[in-house]
Nanobody
Framework: QVQLVESGGGLVQAGGSLRLSCAAS????????MGWHRQVPGKQRELVAS???????NYAHSVEGRFTISRDNAKSTVYLQMNSLKPEDTGVYYC?????????????????WGQGTQVTVSS
């Protein structure tokens, strides 16, 4: 009933930029938090950045100052602007959203994941 669709990955040289987008669709009442995680082979998925509905942001130390997360609440979409990319930023980037499908403040929201988009940064 809820889908997260990502776009914007690709291949870029070190120092370049990419912008990822993730749109949520389906039965949605509210989305308290949206974020991006990345995973490389052999390692656990790690948080890259997150943003609340009020615009409060959180970044991994490795991307602070280079990446910017933003969201358009009217479009249920989150973006990740990635600048000054490094080879170590390579990985599959997954969109994540905590979503209420109905008004239920006494419950925790459900977590949803996108299908992932590959980002490859060449040296």
């Amino acid at each position: 009933q809820v889908q997260l669709v990502e776009s914007g990955g690709g291949l870029v040289q070190a120092g370049g930029s990419l912008r990822l987008s993730c749109a949520a669709s389906g039965r949605i009442y509210s989305i308290p938090t949206m974020g991006w995680h990345r995973q490389v082979p052999g390692k656990q998925r790690e948080l890259v950045a997150s943003i609340t509905v009020r615009g409060n942001t959180n970044y991994a130390h490795s991307v602070e100052g280079r990446f910017t997360i933003s969201r358009d609440n009217a479009k249920s979409t989150v973006y990740l602007q990635m600048n000054s990319l490094k080879p170590e930023d390579t990985g599959v980037y997954y969109c994540n959203a905590n979503i209420y499908q109905t008004y239920s403040p006494w419950d925790r929201p459900d977590g949803y994941w996108g299908q992932g988009t590959q980002v490859t940064v060449s040296s």
